[in-house]
């Protein structure tokens, strides 16, 4: 009982629980299961960026330019299908999800070949792709009238009771847990993230594990991009703009250390889990938006510490171990 209570997730859930039962005391009806279903629907695309993230933090490393590619790759597919509404869905989404994968090559191939700090190269392609959004749509937006009924409808058709998004962001995260647990690539993440001297020594390429995981997110914001634009049936430049820091938060709160190396797949979903439900709550029961983003940040803050505490008490058992040896 205690090895299992040590796991981050296993707090960072029973939190959720405890949240979902005080918003309970004050609006009953939130924990009603259709309800937790909707909002879980409704945080789906948090949970599917924070994952893209998170792989790239585990390296030690960060992409601050995930909601940019969303909002370039988005407005692309929206103007496609404003101009060609007889491609189908799956087509727009393989071709969303390629454009992603470029702009996120881009980052990959600055930080991998250039050895260029990978906040200073994805603050750079943050402003570059969020001005080449402008470049491509003229600073017209696409509505929801241009829009293709098949390219607003797909996410929204249910099956065996929930909605095709959620079904999306299942899919995502066994997906990750499978390459984060199952394959050598996610060994490779980790253990960059906790020594990336060592790793070269074992074999494993720095350099194009990096560009690998950055390809990786700019695939995830790819799709993410045709998954926000035909969730709320509006394409602009302003669209998710700031989001790649409810992204990194999710990330965060969920256990994932930015200092690379520590965190898992539930940890980024049950953080953006977290997020996604306070997003939804407290409007409901009329707690005023600055204190949404005071609740937020101070969780941020107090995710922090404990990574810092956590990660400083895995240092000393380390050097005991060693000492005993």
């Not at 859930?13 to 949240?19: N, Q």
């Not at 509505?143 to 899919?171: C, E, H, K, T, Y």
């Not at 204190?291 to 107090?302: D, K, T, V």
């Amino acid at each position: 009982m205690k090895n299992f209570l040590k796991y981050r997730e296993i707090w960072l859930l029973a939190g959720i629980v405890v949240l979902i039962g005080l918003i309970s005391t004050r609006f009953p009806g939130f924990a009603n299961p259709a309800n937790l279903r909707q909002v879980f629907n409704d945080t789906s695309i948090l949970m599917i960026l924070a994952l893209g993230q998170m792989v790239v933090i585990l390296t030690r490393s960060i992409d601050l330019s995930m909601a940019s590619n969303l909002c370039f790759t988005g407005m692309v597919v929206a103007m496609l299908n404003a101009a060609y509404p007889a491609i189908p869905i799956p087509a727009l989404i393989v071709i969303a999800l390629a454009i992603g994968l470029v702009l996120g090559a881009i980052n990959g191939f600055l930080v991998w070949r250039l050895n260029i700090p990978s906040i200073v190269v994805t603050l750079g392609t943050l402003t570059i792709y969020r001005g080449a959004t402008f470049v491509v749509s003229g600073g017209a937006w696409v509505n929801a009238d241009q829009m293709s009924p098949d390219f607003i409808n797909f996410q929204r058709a249910a099956f065996l009771g929930l909605p095709v998004l959620s079904w999306i962001a299942l899919l995502v995260i066994a997906l990750f847990f499978l390459v984060m647990t199952r394959t050598q690539i996610g060994r490779s993440i980790h253990a960059i993230g906790v020594n990336p001297t060592a790793s070269v020594y074992a074999g494993i390429d720095v350099g194009r594990t990096k560009f690998i995981v950055f390809c990786i997110s700019g695939m995830i914001g790819g799709l993410a991009g045709y998954l926000w634009i035909s969730r709320y049936v509006i394409a602009s430049v302003e669209v998710a703009n700031g989001y790649e820091l409810n992204i990194i938060a999710a990330c965060v709160i969920g256990g994932i250390s930015i200092a690379g190396g520590i965190g898992s797949v539930g940890g980024a979903v049950l953080g953006a889990l977290f997020l996604g439900i306070i997003s939804n709550a407290l409007p409901v029961i009329n707690i005023s938006p600055f204190w949404q983003m005071a609740i937020s940040g101070s969780a941020i803050i107090l995710a922090v510490v404990l990574n810092a505490r956590g990660e400083r008490r895995q240092g000393r058992i380390i050097l005991r171990k060693a000492e005993a040896a």
